[in-house]
């Protein structure tokens, strides 16, 4: 059983850009639809298999604080999906997946969001400003020496 991670860039930052700062090693492959998709196979080092792909007319829904419905609809988007297996989350996957989070956080100002297995909504960036949700289900205070500043909702 596998852990999936999904950060969502709203606007369409180009792929290469975004590997950059997700890690190393990308190799482009293509999709069933088409697109384009640069893949990592960082298991051994991170814990993680990343790959990021682009689109448009994005449509994305998840649990946010207190079982609200959280939607979002970003015209052009950029997508980092973060592939785990179950016995590698605590020791290496979520916390090198947060470094890898937090650079690419850093290196661009688009909105985003961070969702986990597609369900729970983690982290939302909107206007500049980094939120945490769901934190009583997932969020140790070690994660805030990761990624910095983060506002409570």
């Not at 596998?2 to 890690?23: H, K, N």
């Not at 990308?26 to 080092?45: H, I, P, Q």
């Not at 989070?101 to 400003?129: F, K, M, T, Y």
């Amino acid at each position: 059983m596998s852990i999936d991670y999904r950060l969502t860039l709203a606007g369409s930052a180009p792929l290469e850009e975004v590997a950059e700062l997700a890690g190393s090693d990308f190799v482009e492959r293509g999709t069933l639809t088409g697109r384009r998709m640069l893949s990592a196979d960082l298991f051994e080092s991170c814990g993680y298999v990343v790959d990021i792909t682009a689109g448009s007319d994005g449509y994305y829904d998840a649990e946010g604080d207190g079982g609200s419905l959280w939607v979002w609809e970003p015209e052009r988007y950029v997508d980092i999906d973060f592939h785990m297996r179950k016995d590698a989350l605590a020791e290496m996957g979520t916390p090198n997946m947060l470094m890898a989070v937090a650079r690419i956080l850093a290196g661009s100002a688009e909105d985003a969001a961070l969702v986990l297995n597609g369900n729970w909504l983690l982290l939302s960036r909107v206007g500049g400003i980094l939120r945490k949700h769901n934190v009583a289900d997932w969020y140790d205070e070690e994660y805030d020496k990761i990624l910095g500043p983060v506002s409570p909702v």
